[in-house]
């Protein structure tokens, strides 16, 4: 059974360029949600994707978009990157109406 | 809004010892989950523990065992003969209801390090 994978593992890049982050969800989940994790600090949530819709998104800009494709798994968009969004970005998986997510590795990105 | 308070920022514990690491939360929901998350340094946020608002027992997973006091709005976490590998940082986390989705509200952590 495989878990959640999310690609790249790391990443590296400069102020202004954008980034995509994939994750694909736990086998037999359909909800993903995405957090960032800067260096020292619990995750934040930034959006949660259910039936390739945005149900909710937290306290993130625009600059942040994402995606659901009809097989469940999800991308995260950042335009314009600033030094600031440099943190772990974490991918989660659940089934809509169960309780737990689970979690992904995460992708580390370095924007310099 | 909710939060979680974990006020231990580092823990040491000698390695075959319990230990607890504190959690305190706030809502103003009747229908809450409280979560514990293990984070070692590879990053991924392992899954640990859930207790239910309305559960009446204290949730177990084998060695670790969720302290749930709802009138302290406290949710320990209990962890029995600690291992080496238990060393990494833990996280309180409260799932919080959006107008149908869920988020997850995160504490700031405790590093746990157990020594041999």
């Known amino acids: 059974d495989a878990g959640v994978t999310q690609s790249p593992t790391h990443l590296i890049k400069t102020r202004g360029q954008q980034v995509t982050l994939r994750c694909s969800p736990k086998?037999?989940?359909?909800?993903v949600s995405w957090y960032q994790q800067a260096l020292g600090q619990g995750p934040q949530f930034i959006f949660q994707y259910y039936e390739e819709e945005e149900r909710q998104r937290g306290n993130f800009p625009d600059r942040f978009s994402g995606h659901q494709f009809p097989n469940y798994s999800s991308e995260l968009n950042v335009n314009a990157l600033w030094l600031g969004d440099s943190a772990l970005y974490l991918c989660?998986?659940?089934?809509?109406?169960?309780?737990?997510?689970?979690f992904g590795p995460g992708t580390r990105l370095l924007v310099l | 809004a909710q939060k979680i308070t974990q006020t231990q920022p580092g823990m040491f514990v000698q390695e075959k010892e319990a230990v607890t690491l504190d959690c305190t939360y706030d809502t103003s929901d009747q229908s809450y989950g409280l979560f514990w998350y293990k984070q070692p340094s590879s990053g991924e946020m392992i899954f640990l523990i859930y207790q239910g608002s309305y559960d009446e027992q204290n949730a177990t997973e084998g060695r670790y065992s969720l302290n749930f006091q709802k009138a302290r709005k406290s949710a320990n976490l209990v962890i029995s003969a600690s291992q080496l590998g238990d060393s990494a940082m833990y996280f309180c986390?409260?799932?919080?209801?959006?107008?149908?989705?869920?988020?997850?509200?995160f504490g700031q952590g405790t590093r746990l390090t157990i020594n041999p």
């Open positions: 989660a998986s659940s089934l809509l109406g169960k309780e737990t997510q689970y």
């Open positions: 086998s037999g989940h359909d909800t």
């Open positions: 986390a409260m799932r919080e209801n959006l107008e149908g989705a869920q988020k997850l509200v």
